[in-house]
Protein backbone atom coordinates (compact mmCIF):
# COMPACT_ATOMS: atom_id res chain seq x y z
CA UNK A 1 0.00 0.00 0.00
CA UNK A 2 3.18 2.59 0.67
CA UNK A 3 4.25 1.61 -2.57
CA UNK A 4 1.13 2.73 -4.36
CA UNK A 5 1.25 6.02 -2.43
CA UNK A 6 4.46 6.89 -3.13
CA UNK A 7 4.42 5.95 -6.68
CA UNK A 8 0.90 8.36 -6.44
CA UNK A 9 2.72 11.23 -4.70
CA UNK A 10 5.58 10.94 -7.29
CA UNK A 11 3.46 10.72 -10.53
CA UNK A 12 1.63 14.30 -8.48
CA UNK A 13 4.99 15.69 -8.29
CA UNK A 14 5.88 15.03 -11.69
CA UNK A 15 2.56 16.74 -13.03
CA UNK A 16 2.70 19.59 -10.84
CA UNK A 17 6.15 20.27 -12.11
CA UNK A 18 5.31 20.01 -15.84
CA UNK A 19 2.90 22.72 -14.63
CA UNK A 20 5.09 24.72 -13.80
CA UNK A 21 7.26 24.28 -16.50
CA UNK A 22 4.24 24.83 -19.58
CA UNK A 23 3.57 28.21 -17.44
CA UNK A 24 7.33 29.45 -17.19
CA UNK A 25 7.77 28.73 -20.71
CA UNK A 26 4.63 30.70 -21.78
CA UNK A 27 5.53 33.22 -19.60
CA UNK A 28 8.74 33.53 -21.49
CA UNK A 29 6.96 33.35 -24.83
CA UNK A 30 4.93 36.08 -23.79
CA UNK A 31 7.61 38.41 -22.89
CA UNK A 32 9.16 37.25 -26.00
CA UNK A 33 6.47 38.57 -27.70
CA UNK A 34 6.14 41.88 -25.82
CA UNK A 35 9.82 42.69 -25.48
CA UNK A 36 9.60 45.93 -26.57
CA UNK A 37 6.40 46.69 -24.85
CA UNK A 38 8.13 46.12 -21.46
CA UNK A 39 9.21 48.54 -18.67
CA UNK A 40 13.21 48.28 -19.64
CA UNK A 41 14.73 51.59 -19.99
CA UNK A 42 18.33 50.46 -19.84
CA UNK A 43 19.27 51.81 -23.31
CA UNK A 44 22.55 49.20 -23.46
CA UNK A 45 20.36 46.38 -21.84
CA UNK A 46 17.72 47.04 -24.91
CA UNK A 47 20.20 47.22 -27.43
CA UNK A 48 22.10 43.88 -25.87
CA UNK A 49 18.89 41.89 -26.10
CA UNK A 50 17.87 43.64 -29.73
CA UNK A 51 21.55 42.65 -30.82
CA UNK A 52 24.15 41.06 -29.19
CA UNK A 53 26.78 40.50 -31.73
CA UNK A 54 26.21 43.77 -32.69
CA UNK A 55 26.26 45.43 -30.11
CA UNK A 56 29.12 43.79 -28.88
CA UNK A 57 31.13 44.87 -31.89
CA UNK A 58 30.80 48.81 -30.71
CA UNK A 59 32.49 50.72 -28.25
CA UNK A 60 29.08 51.78 -26.28
CA UNK A 61 28.97 49.32 -23.32
CA UNK A 62 32.67 51.05 -22.33
CA UNK A 63 31.91 54.81 -24.31
CA UNK A 64 27.93 55.20 -23.81
CA UNK A 65 27.09 57.88 -21.02
CA UNK A 66 23.30 58.47 -20.62
CA UNK A 67 22.23 62.16 -20.11
CA UNK A 68 26.05 63.38 -20.36
CA UNK A 69 26.17 66.31 -22.89
CA UNK A 70 27.44 65.71 -26.70
CA UNK A 71 31.04 67.20 -27.50
CA UNK A 72 30.46 69.82 -30.08
CA UNK A 73 33.96 70.04 -30.83
CA UNK A 74 34.31 66.14 -31.89
CA UNK A 75 31.14 66.44 -34.96
CA UNK A 76 33.13 66.75 -37.77
CA UNK A 77 31.70 66.63 -41.46
CA UNK A 78 32.31 64.91 -44.09
CA UNK A 79 30.86 64.88 -48.19
CA UNK A 80 31.43 61.35 -48.67
CA UNK A 81 28.88 59.86 -45.79
CA UNK A 82 25.11 59.59 -46.67
CA UNK A 83 22.36 58.91 -44.10
CA UNK A 84 18.91 59.08 -43.11
CA UNK A 85 16.97 59.32 -39.97
CA UNK A 86 14.17 56.91 -41.14
CA UNK A 87 11.76 56.55 -38.11
CA UNK A 88 11.17 57.09 -34.74
CA UNK A 89 8.47 55.28 -32.81
CA UNK A 90 7.10 54.82 -29.02
CA UNK A 91 7.52 51.53 -27.85
CA UNK A 92 6.50 52.49 -24.31
CA UNK A 93 5.98 55.02 -22.07
CA UNK A 94 9.34 56.87 -22.14
CA UNK A 95 11.07 54.49 -24.65
CA UNK A 96 11.48 55.09 -28.18
CA UNK A 97 12.74 52.63 -31.28
CA UNK A 98 14.57 54.37 -34.06
CA UNK A 99 16.14 53.18 -37.57
CA UNK A 100 17.68 54.39 -40.01
CA UNK A 101 20.59 54.20 -41.84
CA UNK A 102 24.39 55.59 -42.59
CA UNK A 103 26.99 55.28 -45.60
CA UNK A 104 30.63 55.97 -45.66
CA UNK A 105 33.36 55.12 -48.15
CA UNK A 106 35.29 52.30 -46.89
CA UNK A 107 38.39 54.70 -44.77
CA UNK A 108 35.90 55.77 -42.54
CA UNK A 109 33.84 52.80 -40.34
CA UNK A 110 31.41 53.85 -38.10
CA UNK A 111 31.28 52.01 -34.71
CA UNK A 112 27.38 53.32 -33.65
CA UNK A 113 24.61 55.88 -33.14
CA UNK A 114 24.28 57.92 -30.18
CA UNK A 115 20.83 60.15 -29.98
CA UNK A 116 20.66 63.56 -28.71
CA UNK A 117 17.58 66.24 -27.53
CA UNK A 118 17.60 69.43 -27.97
CA UNK A 119 19.37 70.29 -24.70
CA UNK A 120 22.37 68.51 -26.30
CA UNK A 121 21.94 65.34 -23.59
CA UNK A 122 22.69 62.33 -25.18
CA UNK A 123 19.34 60.28 -24.52
CA UNK A 124 19.88 57.01 -26.33
CA UNK A 125 22.04 54.74 -28.90
CA UNK A 126 21.54 52.49 -31.40
CA UNK A 127 23.25 49.27 -33.30
CA UNK A 128 25.10 49.79 -36.55
CA UNK A 129 25.48 46.73 -39.07
CA UNK A 130 21.84 46.04 -40.02
CA UNK A 131 20.73 44.62 -43.37
CA UNK A 132 19.41 47.20 -45.58
CA UNK A 133 18.87 45.10 -49.00
CA UNK A 134 18.49 47.13 -52.02
CA UNK A 135 20.55 50.05 -50.27
CA UNK A 136 23.38 49.72 -52.74
CA UNK A 137 21.60 49.30 -55.73
CA UNK A 138 19.96 52.85 -54.83
CA UNK A 139 23.05 54.64 -53.72
CA UNK A 140 25.21 53.11 -56.44
CA UNK A 141 27.80 52.18 -53.85
CA UNK A 142 29.50 48.89 -52.95
CA UNK A 143 28.88 47.52 -49.47
CA UNK A 144 25.86 49.72 -48.40
CA UNK A 145 23.38 46.82 -47.79
CA UNK A 146 24.84 46.71 -43.97
CA UNK A 147 24.61 50.43 -43.25
CA UNK A 148 21.40 50.07 -41.03
CA UNK A 149 21.00 51.07 -37.95
CA UNK A 150 18.72 50.53 -35.28
CA UNK A 151 18.58 51.42 -31.66
CA UNK A 152 16.49 53.26 -28.84
CA UNK A 153 15.77 56.44 -27.28
CA UNK A 154 14.63 56.77 -22.91
CA UNK A 155 13.12 60.24 -21.68
CA UNK A 156 12.52 60.68 -18.52
CA UNK A 157 10.14 63.14 -18.35
CA UNK A 158 7.15 63.69 -20.77
CA UNK A 159 8.45 66.63 -22.72
CA UNK A 160 8.53 68.01 -26.46
CA UNK A 161 11.41 67.58 -27.80
CA UNK A 162 13.61 67.50 -31.35
CA UNK A 163 15.77 64.25 -31.43
CA UNK A 164 19.23 64.10 -33.83
CA UNK A 165 21.58 61.39 -34.55
CA UNK A 166 25.10 61.37 -34.91
CA UNK A 167 26.89 58.21 -35.91
CA UNK A 168 30.61 57.47 -33.72
CA UNK A 169 33.20 56.87 -36.19
CA UNK A 170 35.82 53.73 -35.55
CA UNK A 171 38.78 54.31 -33.88
CA UNK A 172 38.17 58.04 -32.64
CA UNK A 173 35.78 59.73 -30.83
CA UNK A 174 34.49 62.08 -34.01
CA UNK A 175 30.76 62.26 -34.62
CA UNK A 176 29.11 62.52 -37.96
CA UNK A 177 25.55 64.39 -38.31
CA UNK A 178 23.22 61.64 -39.95
CA UNK A 179 20.61 63.85 -41.96
CA UNK A 180 16.93 65.29 -40.78
CA UNK A 181 16.14 65.07 -37.23
CA UNK A 182 12.69 64.00 -35.62
CA UNK A 183 10.50 65.42 -33.07
CA UNK A 184 8.86 63.39 -30.32
CA UNK A 185 6.02 64.96 -28.67
CA UNK A 186 4.65 63.86 -25.09
CA UNK A 187 1.04 64.40 -25.21
CA UNK A 188 -0.05 62.18 -22.55
CA UNK A 189 -1.48 59.11 -24.25
CA UNK A 190 1.94 58.79 -25.79
CA UNK A 191 1.52 55.69 -27.02
CA UNK A 192 -0.93 56.38 -29.24
CA UNK A 193 -0.39 53.30 -31.82
CA UNK A 194 -1.19 51.10 -28.92
CA UNK A 195 -4.75 51.22 -29.76
CA UNK A 196 -7.20 48.40 -30.12
CA UNK A 197 -7.88 49.88 -33.55
CA UNK A 198 -7.38 47.26 -36.13
CA UNK A 199 -9.05 48.47 -39.77
CA UNK A 200 -6.26 49.60 -41.30
CA UNK A 201 -8.14 52.87 -43.08
CA UNK A 202 -8.84 54.31 -39.68
CA UNK A 203 -5.24 53.51 -38.92
CA UNK A 204 -3.65 55.66 -42.19
CA UNK A 205 -6.40 58.29 -41.57
CA UNK A 206 -5.96 58.99 -38.38
CA UNK A 207 -2.29 58.65 -39.20
CA UNK A 208 -2.06 61.37 -41.86
CA UNK A 209 -5.37 62.39 -43.10
CA UNK A 210 -3.56 64.67 -46.00
CA UNK A 211 -2.23 61.94 -47.68
CA UNK A 212 -4.69 59.57 -47.12
CA UNK A 213 -7.23 61.37 -48.86
CA UNK A 214 -4.76 62.03 -51.81
CA UNK A 215 -4.47 58.50 -51.98
CA UNK A 216 -7.45 56.00 -53.65
CA UNK A 217 -7.04 53.85 -50.95
CA UNK A 218 -10.73 54.63 -49.37
CA UNK A 219 -11.90 53.72 -52.99
CA UNK A 220 -10.13 50.80 -53.79
CA UNK A 221 -8.39 48.83 -51.01
CA UNK A 222 -10.12 45.00 -49.94
CA UNK A 223 -8.72 43.37 -46.84
CA UNK A 224 -8.26 40.00 -47.75
CA UNK A 225 -8.50 40.25 -51.16
CA UNK A 226 -5.57 38.14 -53.64
CA UNK A 227 -3.10 40.10 -55.11
CA UNK A 228 -3.41 40.34 -59.07
CA UNK A 229 0.01 38.87 -60.02
CA UNK A 230 -0.35 40.19 -63.55
CA UNK A 231 -0.51 43.46 -62.56
CA UNK A 232 3.20 43.18 -61.43
CA UNK A 233 6.10 45.08 -62.31
CA UNK A 234 9.70 46.27 -61.50
CA UNK A 235 12.37 48.37 -62.03
CA UNK A 236 12.37 51.12 -58.96
CA UNK A 237 14.49 52.80 -56.44
CA UNK A 238 12.82 51.59 -53.15
CA UNK A 239 13.36 50.06 -49.38
CA UNK A 240 11.01 48.26 -46.87
CA UNK A 241 12.92 49.71 -43.99
CA UNK A 242 10.93 48.97 -40.95
CA UNK A 243 8.24 46.58 -39.05
CA UNK A 244 7.35 46.49 -35.37
CA UNK A 245 4.40 45.49 -33.50
CA UNK A 246 2.44 47.67 -32.56
CA UNK A 247 -0.57 46.13 -30.66
CA UNK A 248 -1.01 41.85 -30.31
CA UNK A 249 -1.92 42.29 -34.17
CA UNK A 250 -0.97 45.22 -35.67
CA UNK A 251 2.29 46.47 -37.01
CA UNK A 252 3.83 49.32 -38.08
CA UNK A 253 5.88 49.38 -41.33
CA UNK A 254 8.12 51.84 -42.94
CA UNK A 255 9.41 52.62 -45.89
CA UNK A 256 10.67 54.80 -49.38
CA UNK A 257 10.20 54.19 -52.80
CA UNK A 258 10.76 56.40 -55.94
CA UNK A 259 9.67 55.29 -59.29
CA UNK A 260 11.10 58.76 -61.42
CA UNK A 261 9.20 61.67 -62.38
CA UNK A 262 7.22 59.91 -65.26
CA UNK A 263 6.10 57.39 -62.53
CA UNK A 264 3.68 58.64 -59.33
CA UNK A 265 3.09 56.46 -56.88
CA UNK A 266 -0.87 56.67 -55.44
CA UNK A 267 -0.39 54.29 -52.12
CA UNK A 268 1.65 51.03 -50.95
CA UNK A 269 -0.08 47.48 -49.88
CA UNK A 270 1.49 44.83 -47.84
CA UNK A 271 0.78 41.36 -48.83
CA UNK A 272 1.12 38.10 -47.00
CA UNK A 273 3.12 34.82 -47.86
CA UNK A 274 -0.23 33.92 -49.65
CA UNK A 275 -0.66 36.56 -51.24
CA UNK A 276 -3.38 37.90 -49.53
CA UNK A 277 -3.16 41.84 -48.97
CA UNK A 278 -3.23 42.21 -45.07
CA UNK A 279 -2.72 46.17 -45.11
CA UNK A 280 -1.38 49.24 -46.70
CA UNK A 281 0.67 52.41 -46.17
CA UNK A 282 0.01 56.15 -47.04
CA UNK A 283 2.83 57.81 -49.57
CA UNK A 284 4.49 61.17 -49.84
CA UNK A 285 6.04 61.36 -46.60
CA UNK A 286 9.40 63.49 -45.82
CA UNK A 287 12.69 61.47 -46.69
CA UNK A 288 15.25 64.71 -46.15
CA UNK A 289 18.76 63.79 -48.37
CA UNK A 290 17.40 61.01 -50.28
CA UNK A 291 17.43 63.51 -53.13
CA UNK A 292 20.90 63.81 -52.47
CA UNK A 293 21.69 60.28 -51.54
CA UNK A 294 20.05 58.23 -54.59
CA UNK A 295 21.05 61.83 -56.88
CA UNK A 296 17.06 61.75 -58.20
CA UNK A 297 15.57 65.16 -57.89
CA UNK A 298 12.07 65.24 -55.89
CA UNK A 299 13.10 62.06 -53.81
CA UNK A 300 12.64 63.72 -50.34
CA UNK A 301 8.99 62.85 -50.41
CA UNK A 302 9.10 59.07 -51.20
CA UNK A 303 8.70 58.35 -47.62
CA UNK A 304 5.75 55.78 -47.30
CA UNK A 305 4.15 54.50 -43.82
CA UNK A 306 1.57 52.27 -43.00
CA UNK A 307 0.11 48.93 -40.99
CA UNK A 308 -0.21 45.49 -40.96
CA UNK A 309 -3.67 43.63 -39.00
CA UNK A 310 -2.72 40.15 -39.04
CA UNK A 311 -6.12 38.33 -38.03
CA UNK A 312 -4.32 34.88 -36.52
CA UNK A 313 -1.09 34.90 -34.54
CA UNK A 314 1.13 32.99 -37.51
CA UNK A 315 4.18 33.23 -39.01
CA UNK A 316 4.35 35.02 -42.91
CA UNK A 317 6.36 37.14 -44.94
CA UNK A 318 5.24 40.59 -45.89
CA UNK A 319 6.09 42.06 -49.01
CA UNK A 320 5.62 45.82 -50.22
CA UNK A 321 3.69 47.07 -53.62
CA UNK A 322 3.56 50.28 -54.44
CA UNK A 323 0.65 50.76 -56.46
CA UNK A 324 1.21 53.60 -59.62
CA UNK A 325 -1.41 56.02 -59.84
CA UNK A 326 -4.34 56.20 -62.50
CA UNK A 327 -3.39 52.54 -63.12
CA UNK A 328 -3.79 49.44 -61.69
CA UNK A 329 0.08 48.67 -61.78
CA UNK A 330 1.79 47.50 -58.60
CA UNK A 331 5.27 47.61 -58.52
CA UNK A 332 7.56 45.18 -56.16
CA UNK A 333 9.68 47.57 -52.87
CA UNK A 334 12.95 45.89 -52.65
CA UNK A 335 13.54 43.44 -49.75
CA UNK A 336 10.92 41.38 -47.64
CA UNK A 337 10.12 41.33 -44.02
CA UNK A 338 9.15 38.19 -42.16
CA UNK A 339 7.01 38.27 -38.62
CA UNK A 340 7.43 35.73 -36.29
CA UNK A 341 4.84 34.49 -33.51
CA UNK A 342 6.07 31.88 -31.20
Do not use: C
Not at 178 to 186: F, G, L, T
Not at 327 to 339: A, F, G, M
Amino acid sequence: MNKIWKMILIIVINMSLMIMLVVTVKDEIKKHIDVKEAEETDVLTLLHNDNQVLYEKSTLKQEYIADSKIDAGKIVTNNSVLSSFDTINPVSEHVFLASGWIYADEDVLIDSVIFVDSSDNIVGAANYGFDRPGLSQALQKANADKSGWKGYIYLKEQTTTTIRAYGKIKNTNELILIKSEKQIEMKGNIVVKEAEETDVLTLLHNDNQVLYEKSTLKQEYKANSKINAEKIVTNTLSSFDSIIPVSEYVFLATGWIYAGEDVLIDSVIFVDSSDNIVGAANYGYDRPGLSQALQKTNADKSGWQGYIYLKEKTTTTIRAYGRIKNTNELVLINSEKQIEFP
